[in-house]
């Protein structure tokens, strides 16, 4: 990961470089770049050694400071270690029986545990937790505490939260040690329940992984699959498009909790899903140092059987016997009768092609565009597959759709060596991507914060080499459309300060972009010298641990 962190330094400092001569033509050169070294002036080193010396007196205090954070019991002991670390116990990381214990502390979700006689009853949005006791009172069942929480994990975000089914968390005591409740157990569950929401902003793929799949796999990962997924605003499409990843993350059926009346019955139960920040995992929260490398690893496992399935598809076909590891985008075996033509041109890719390689440094790096229609398309498209093509790419056109099998999608981008795209929720599909790859984000007019906040950092988190290409006002269809002088053009922070309305109806939905090609094409041509870096380490690898 370090060694990844320290090319994108590098990736950026070229882009800098490419800013100050970019009115000079392209030249297409596969040299390897040098930069002169300067020499720090006294100033810098002072501040350097102020800096060692403070970081050695309060380093330790700021260390014991630090909270790592669980959202289940498991690797947290009575003295307080958890994952092998001494620390305080996290908010509700013990609970005894018969009680409800909500961590409201987060900014992003609330999260309540439950443990004992747990019993669900949808038709009046309820969890009840009974609790029996030889206290004599009026009633049957008395009702002694009751939690209210939205298990949607957009806290902060009042109208989109109005939107989210509330559930009643209560707690019943019951007035003699032998009584029933009133609603008896239908289906007795040996495993605890999780339940959270799929409503609010599902649809949209990146709030699909960043609001629900990645929360998920924080707040599931530990049960290692043996939990019950119980799901508010239940949607079959979206049991149908995760359901590769859902199987990976629990062993058991999802509840439908809104429309099925069974009285499901628990001993724990887990209300709300944990999140860390924007598609990405802190593996410091985690209680075995999880993190989204690993996330991306459970993808391949849930990915693999249908990827085979589908080249198997292809193969009953074309009589192609060629099968890829999902892991390395290589051929496992091969028939060496098979002969597939190569295509020269790029191809508009419903059903990704599986790619083959042979070993040769000369191995043609292939990338992935991410197209849109509308909004934030590139309108010149054709001229960039061209351009790359000339650089070297075996170039692949691809638009994801809302009901396009996210398997095809994954081989395609799993399978190449940089993905460029504009700035949108499709750019969510780098968690796709293999670690070392190139993602190159091509950021319109006004969309700076939010495509460096959304997929720039978090691709960084990823391992991946990260490009930012920001375009100039002159490459943005709001060229034409607004005076050179207009803050739309001249002052987009400006127009963003005036809410999200503005800058989602100018920026988002009113802008369209035409890359200057020799613009474009330096920050193409680098994106090609590193895909070829990483290619050609990958096979003298290869090799050595084949000789």
Known sequence: MVVHHHRN?????????????ESKPLIIDLGNASYK?????????????????????????LYAAVSFYSFGTEDFNVVGSFAGKELNPPPCSSIDAGKICCDRTGYRSDICFMKGDIRTRSTNSSIFLYRKSNTTFEEEEEETEIEKIKPYTRKWETSIMNTIDELQLIVKRLKTKDKEPQNPCQIQHSVPAL???????????????NDGIIPLYI??????????FVILEYHQWWITKYGDILSHLSDYPPIDFNTDPTTHCFSEAIVGLRIHDELTIDSSQMPKNHSILDFRHLLDEAYEPRIRSLIQEEEAIIGNTTFCNVETAEPIEENVNSSNPTASTATVASVPTCRKSSPSVNKQPKLVIIARNGSREITNQGEVVK??????????????TPMMELAKIYRALNSCDVMVGVHGAAMTHFL????GSVFMQIVPLGTDWAAETYYGEPAMKLGLNYISYNILDRESSLYEEYDKKDEVLRDPKSVNKKGWQMTKRVYLDGQNVKLDIGRFGKRLLRAYRYSMFDLNSSFRRRWKQQS
Do not use: D, W
């Not at 950026?12 to 001569?21: I, L, N, P, R």
């Not at 929401?197 to 649809?203: F, L, P």
């Open 195 to 209: 339940f959270f929401s799929t409503g609010g902003y599902t649809g949209n793929v990146y709030h699909e992984f």
């Open 37 to 61: 070294k300067t020499r720090p002036n006294l100033i810098c080193l002072l501040f350097i050694f102020a800096l060692i010396s403070f970081s050695l007196v309060f380093a330790p205090r």
């Open 387 to 400: 351009l790359a093509e000339s650089i070297g790419f075996q170039v692949e056109v691809l638009q994801p």
């Open 9 to 21: 330094h590098q990736l950026k400092k070229e882009e800098t470089e490419e800013e100050v001569e």
């Open 219 to 228: 707040s599931s990962k530990h049960f290692n699959k043996q939990v019950v």
């Open 432 to 435: 796709f991507m293999r670690p």
